[in-house]
């Protein structure tokens, strides 16, 4: 190669290390091929392009950490995995994580609404299936949300893979938010399923939706963060 070329090709290399790295492996090809058949070109600004790459990348790699593990800045990619898992996980065994509970609350309806509620009457001028009820739902939701998010967490704890999560670079927050967000779902779906059975035994009057979505969210969500303690706290399955 000419001299002319070869301070080209340099400035190439240079320009493509500082500029447009992923996207110029097309021409990096190209100046490795002109290089092979060149016995007069000069390496040494290949290497050099090489290194500066290397470089550029470890330093977009510790940026990237940096960004994913900071506290206000979560990693949605892991928010989104950590919550698909987690609804997948109770939706896959439904049989054991939506039925009994659903068993219980009907019980519960028959027993103490039906059989003792006719000997008891009404409450300030309800029934007392219609009061006893909103209390039952409830309880369903504080116990999903908690039994979810502690047997999950535990047993990540148990089966060592918590410990993948805590090294890559995933946020503490992600982590948590991820984890309420399943025992979450898992509350607010065995609160549907049990107020539909409520409706076969009472008639139940909402006065204001946004008050009782409110309601159940943030319990579900205060549960959810008591589960998360005891899962992390916890020593044994019992």
């Known amino acids: 190669l000419d001299l002319p070329l070869q301070t080209d090709l340099n400035y190439y290399f240079q320009t493509l290390a500082i500029q447009e790295m992923d996207k110029s492996l097309w021409l990096l090809f ?4 002109v290089a092979y ?3 007069t070109y000069d390496w040494m ?3 050099a392009y090489i290194d500066v790459v290397q470089g550029c990348r470890m330093t977009q790699l510790r940026n990237y950490e940096a960004q994913a593990t900071d506290f206000g800045n979560p990693n949605w990619v892991a928010l989104q995995t950590i919550v698909r898992t987690e609804i997948r996980r109770f939706t896959r065994i439904w049989v054991k994580t939506l039925i009994p509970p ?3 609350m009907t019980l519960y309806f028959i027993i103490f609404g039906s059989l003792i509620g006719q000997r008891i009457g009404s409450m300030n001028g309800f029934d007392y299936m219609a009061y006893i009820v909103p209390g039952l739902i409830m309880m369903s939701v504080i116990t999903n949300a908690y039994a979810n998010v502690s047997s999950s967490f535990f047993g990540a704890k148990f089966g060592k893979f918590i410990e993948e999560m805590l090294v890559s670079p995933i946020s503490n ?8 967000v399943g025992g979450v779902a898992r509350a607010l779906a065995v609160a549907v399923i049990v107020t539909g059975l409520s409706l076969f035994f009472t008639d139940l009057r909402v006065h204001n939706v946004f008050a009782v979505i409110s309601i ?23």
């Not at 190209?30 to 091929?33: D, I, S, T, Y």
């Not at 927050?173 to 309420?180: R, W």
């Open 37 to 39: 058949y060149s016995d």
């Open 30 to 33: 190209w100046l490795v091929l």
């Open 216 to 238: 159940a969210v943030l319990t579900a969500v205060l549960f959810s963060i008591l589960g998360l303690i005891n899962g992390i706290y916890a020593k044994r399955f019992d």
């Open 173 to 180: 927050q992600t982590i948590l938010v991820g984890y309420i």
């Open 102 to 104: 659903a068993i219980t």
């Open 45 to 47: 600004p290949f290497l």
